[in-house]
């Protein structure tokens, strides 16, 4: 059972699992995930958000530790995702006088997550409708599609507690001792980050609120190592798909290491040119997810790709495309391409990027041809001048 301190009334029930490899198979996790649930004992009881089917045991030993000989009268859906609702019905199935509290849109898709009819116990609530449970009361606020449509937030006015579903959230375990940053922006652009819009919509929402704790799904309780400034400062640059730092993010793919070195060389003459920082990285060997995560970051990016079978390498095209679908915009680009014959990665990387919102190209291009040249240094140092000026 955790140790983690909330308040004498508002308990920690989660679980960490260090076991899973790809969180959403999709998203390597090498700290594992936390599935965040949370207790408050009043006159009345409320579970907030049950955890994912593989801790099941372990949340409800956590849950009947903290109950003791109580029963709960509630349990808040927030977000019916499996990661949090697949415990839902062994916890409806152990207490059967339990309601379910959930937003009007969730309480239309409850019965796809779970074997049994629940919707005589369902009391679906709308935007700012309260519920008391003694001392404690909770306001609901709808947050649809950060990051799915049934999705709400809770607000918790005595304590001054935003149970924020999975906002704020973060990749790894929360006995993992790790910069928060890092792996909540990789959390924020590769599951939310399309959804800037409604992001911003919940924190106009938030802004309204006096929150003193934020309470997500996923991470730790909210302010950790640093002031609840710090994390709010965060949100808003990135749901605004405003660059964190000032710096070149300088992505390649190559098939025979060719692009590659002119990549290398590139990076080497951006920062000989003074760039605050520059990170070259090989999109085949890199977590996809991080290469996503670090292009939202930076203010300036260089794409260089070998030709491939008539079209872009395919981790390159991947790539392109996860950016595109996830809203990457504003943004300084450049691109170095490769070809012995027929070259038209370069073609086609400016295709994709002029789809793309305030994407600003710059006009220099570097083409190899098959291997980096003496001839093609003064082009990579003319593209570094325009992409730094």
């Not at 375990?173 to 919509?201: M, P, S």
Request: glycine share 6%.
């Amino acid at each position: 059972m955790s140790d983690i301190k909330i308040s004498d009334s508002i308990k920690y029930i989660g679980t960490d699992d260090h076991d899973i490899d790809l969180f959403e198979s999709q998203y390597v996790v090498p700290n594992g995930m936390a599935y965040n649930s949370y207790l408050i004992l009043d006159d009345k009881v409320a579970i907030m958000d049950s955890v994912d089917a593989r801790k099941k045991d372990e949340w409800l030993k956590n849950l009947k530790n903290e109950l003791g000989e109580r029963k709960p009268d509630y349990i808040i859906v927030q977000h019916l995702e499996p990661d949090h609702s697949g415990s839902l019905e062994a916890a409806l199935k152990e207490y059967p006088d339990m309601k379910i509290v959930t937003s009007q849109k969730s309480a239309g898709m409850l019965s796809q997550f779970t074997e049994e009819d629940y919707s005589s116990r369902v009391e679906a609530v709308g935007e700012g409708d309260k519920l008391s449970l003694g001392n404690h009361e909770l306001t609901f606020v709808m947050a649809p599609m950060v990051h799915w449509p049934e999705v709400m937030v809770s607000y918790e006015s005595s304590e001054k507690v935003l149970f924020a579903a999975d906002a704020f959230g973060k990749f790894g375990t929360l006995d993992t001792d790790e910069d928060w940053a890092c792996e909540a922006r990789r959390y924020y652009f590769n599951i939310v980050g399309k959804y800037g819009a409604q992001a911003q919509a919940l924190l106009k929402k938030a802004a309204g609120l006096d929150i003193q704790k934020i309470c997500s799904l996923h991470g730790p309780i909210l302010p950790d190592k640093e002031p609840l400034s710090y994390y709010i400062d965060k949100y808003q640059i990135w749901s605004t798909y405003s660059s964190e730092d000032d710096g070149v993010f300088v992505a390649y793919t190559s098939i025979h290491g060719n692009t590659g070195k002119a990549a290398k060389k590139l990076g080497e003459i951006l920062s000989a040119k003074g760039a605050k920082k520059v990170v070259v990285t090989d999109l085949a060997r890199e977590d996809i997810a991080e290469s996503v995560e670090d292009a939202f970051r930076y203010d300036k990016i260089v794409f260089a790709s070998a030709t491939y079978d008539g079209g872009l390498f395919p981790v390159m095209e991947d790539f392109l495309y996860r950016l595109g679908h996830k809203g990457f915009q504003n943004k300084k680009a450049a691109i170095v391409d490769n070809g012995s014959w027929a070259p038209v990665a370069g073609k086609k990387i400016r295709e994709k990027l002029e789809a793309m919102k305030n994407i600003t190209i710059c006009e220099n291009t570097v083409s190899l041809k098959s291997t980096l040249k003496p001839d093609n240094i003064p082009q990579l140092e003319a593209l570094a001048d325009e992409l730094l000026g």
